[in-house]
């Protein structure tokens, strides 16, 4: 079983900055693929971000392309989201989730594991 506590959420003005980090305890995260997800509300959980288990492969949403960028450090079993340049729309939950089954992960159908989730708040 993998246990995963986002820290880092919080309110700040539009244009601001904000860094979330995720943190595994219960197995090594080096064997998981990783991702960010957000949900609003009253809308679907989306995808944010993500990345492979060692760190080569990133993607992301392209509403946030750009502006934020994922990353891990396997020694310390902590995933991380700086979030830069940041819009009223990217107000939402942010979900921190891991997958064992593959190499990247842009789905919520692919997580095996989630945090309970760190609230966004960007105002204008």
């Known amino acids: 079983q993998v246990q995963l506590v986002e820290s880092g959420g919080g309110l700040v003005q539009a244009g601001g900055s904000l860094r979330l980090s995720c943190a595994a305890s219960?197995?090594?995260?080096?064997?998981?693929?990783m991702g960010w997800f957000r949900q609003a509300p009253g809308k679907e959980r989306e995808f944010v971000a993500t990345?492979?288990?060692?760190?080569?492969?990133?993607y992301y949403a392209d509403s946030v392309k750009g502006r934020f960028t994922i990353s891990r450090d396997n020694a310390k079993n902590t995933v991380y989201l700086q979030m830069n340049s940041l819009k009223p729309e990217d107000t939402a939950v942010y979900y921190c989730?891991?997958?064992?089954?593959?190499?990247?992960?842009?789905?919520?159908?692919?997580?095996?594991?989630w945090g309970q989730g760190t609230q966004v708040t960007v105002f204008s």
């Open positions: 219960g197995r090594t995260l080096s064997s998981y693929a």
């Open positions: 990345i492979s288990w060692s760190g080569s492969s990133t």
């Open positions: 989730a891991a997958s064992s089954i593959t190499t990247i992960l842009l789905s919520t159908s692919y997580a095996g594991y």
